[in-house]
T-cell receptor, first 113, second 110 residues
């Protein structure tokens, strides 16, 4: 069974640009969550989607957005990139809601110059 | 928001030693989870705890859900080099969103 797949794995952008990250969950998983990981702040929740609907959103500015498609694949977008957006963006899927038992992808490492 | 205070921040031990780490909070939780992250990978779930006082093992790993529901502990026995990584505690808030501790970095010397 394939795991959670995130693309791209690495990318470099400059300030002011925008970026779109993609996540394919494990087959059959309908819930997808996104987390930002930085050395200073650790793992911080961005948003969660289930059946194409955003269930929860973390404390991030409106420049961070996401969506989920009917096949459960998800994308997140960051507009007007800032240096502080440099981070590892992790996507996770789970089979059952409300258990906390997440399956993470390897992440997309974004560097903003 | 809720904070999980994880300690120690890092540990450097010899192969074969036992390891203990813990996670505390001022909030009460109904679930505690422990994840491990290897370099260049995403976190992987090690153990999930759903009941106060529960003690659960996964191989050489043993985790406990504190009786006050405000803390959890993870022990690793007879450590080996592949135990190297960052260990995170996590707990879901009332919206079922996971909050993570800052992690304990474990280094094991052969």
């Amino acid at each position: 069974k394939a795991g959670v797949t995130q693309t791209p794995r690495y990318l470099i952008k400059t300030r002011g640009q925008q970026v779109t990250l993609s996540c394919s969950p494990i087959s059959g998983h309908r819930s997808v969550s996104w987390y930002q990981q930085t050395p200073g702040q650790g793992l911080q929740f961005l948003f969660e989607y289930f059946s194409e609907t955003q269930r929860n959103k973390g404390n991030f500015p409106g420049r961070f957005s996401g969506r989920q498609f009917s096949n459960s694949r998800s994308e997140m977008n960051v507009s007007t990139l800032e240096l502080g957006d440099s981070a590892l963006y992790l996507c996770a899927s789970n089979l059952q809601l409300n258990t906390g038992e997440l399956f993470f992808g390897e992440g997309s490492r974004l560097t903003v110059l | 928001g809720q904070q999980l205070n994880q300690s120690p921040q890092s540990m450097f031990i010899q192969e074969g030693e036992d390891v203990s780490m813990n996670c505390t909070s001022s909030s009460i939780f109904n679930t505690w989870l422990w994840y491990k992250q290897d370099p260049g990978e995403g976190p992987v779930l090690l153990i999930a705890l759903y009941k106060a006082g529960e003690l659960t093992s996964n191989g050489r790993l043993t985790a406990q859900f504190g009786i006050t529901r405000k803390d959890s502990f993870l022990n690793i026995s007879a450590s080996i080099p592949s135990d190297v990584g960052i260990y995170f505690c996590a707990a879901p808030d009332k919206y079922s969103t996971l909050t993570f501790g800052k992690g304990t970095m474990l280094l094991v010397s052969p």
